[in-house]
């Protein structure tokens, strides 16, 4: 009796053992979707003397307190004012997904959230954040379709920094809704239009931003970029149409917008590497400078006319050892304001000059420290400075 039981146990699991590995077999056939999860965890600490005006309230209601922003400098103020700020905002995480189709094609997909600029929360107990969505893509045979960078932008030459940006100033920073195609070294997109007008008060020279969604013409873009030995490269070209109703009446003006942007990066032995850009056009204004200048303006005559802005950026990062390295960063921004913008508060220009120490006790683990100046100016003369010390640990999973 027991042999006959033990026979029957031992066939029993044969049989189950069989159908595990067959269903195994046939989820693995099928392909289901591969998720995985990522992202790093920040700390920020930073000491901010604002060097002509007040530093505005606390880092959930002054977002340049979170980070620098080159619009946010104060001008022409009496005084300075020293502020100091922790906040672990900029913390990321990923979640990434691939398969493969029935048809045999792969497709993937990218949510990307941190908690920046959220107003949300507050600084007396709580410290509570709602997440923002910064990326969410999927990737299909050459097709990139969804929220991500612009295709305008070139991501390797960001400099490493403690900043959240760095380079901000003078450099091409956009993610928004697209659809690109990308095809060996080249890439176009169509992206979502969005138009910034600089608004002039007469009395004052105050000036306000009005932004406008009233385009019916998506932006086109065209990249190319290449490689060549340690020096890696690329050119893109912007093309749009700004529109805002002037006079109210439901009939829009509009302009034609348009720019270049050029990018490349040197690497030298031992991790060392330069990286450069420069960018210019007319109506451009929303990619450059985290959107210190508008794309358009009303001249004299209520016409709608596309604003000049060019910026350049400079980095160089030097390793000390395989574990120690500084970066150097320099970039700025500048508008070519006329017409009734000429000795407003329009910017002028901004630009902002930074070093930092990064050490890495793990790939995973890295402390940094960075000092950094920077400068705006308005068209009335008017100037301010931020010199910012800051303070960052980061953890990446």
Known sequence: MLHKNLTKSLIASAVLTGLAGGLATSAQAADGPEWSFSGYVKLDAMISDYGDGSAGNGTDRNIGRQFYIPSLTPVGGQGDDQVTDFHARQSRFFFDVKQTLE???????????????????????????????????????????????????????????????????????????????????????????????????????????????????????????????????????????????????????????YGITVGAKYAFDGGNDIRASFTTGKGIGRYMGLNTFNGAYVDPNNSLEALTVSGVTFAYRHHWNDTTRSNFVYSRGWADNKDNLAGSLATEFTQRIGVNLMHSVDKKLTFGGEVSLAQRENEAGQEGDLTRLQFMAMYSF
């Open 103 to 257: 048809n045999g094609e792969a497709i993937s997909g990218r949510i990307e959230m941190d908690f920046l600029t959220v107003p949300s929360g507050d600084e007396r107990i709580s410290n509570s954040y709602a997440p923002r969505l910064r990326q969410a893509y999927l990737t299909y045979k050459n097709w990139m379709i969804g929220q991500a960078w612009s295709n305008f932008q070139d991501l390797s030459i960001l400099p490493e920094s403690v900043d959240f940006v760095g380079a901000t100033d003078g450099m091409v920073f956009m993610r928004q809704p697209q659809v690109r195609y990308t095809d060996g070294n080249w890439s176009v997109s169509i992206e979502n239009p969005e138009t910034t007008v600089s608004l002039i008060n007469p009395g004052t020279g105050a000036v306000s931003r009005q932004a406008t969604g009233e385009g019916l013409m998506p932006d086109f873009t065209a990249k190319w970029k290449n490689k060549t030995g340690n020096l890696s490269y690329s050119v893109a070209g912007l093309f749009r149409q700004l529109a805002y109703d002037i006079d109210g009446n439901g009939s829009d003006e509009t302009t034609a917008g």
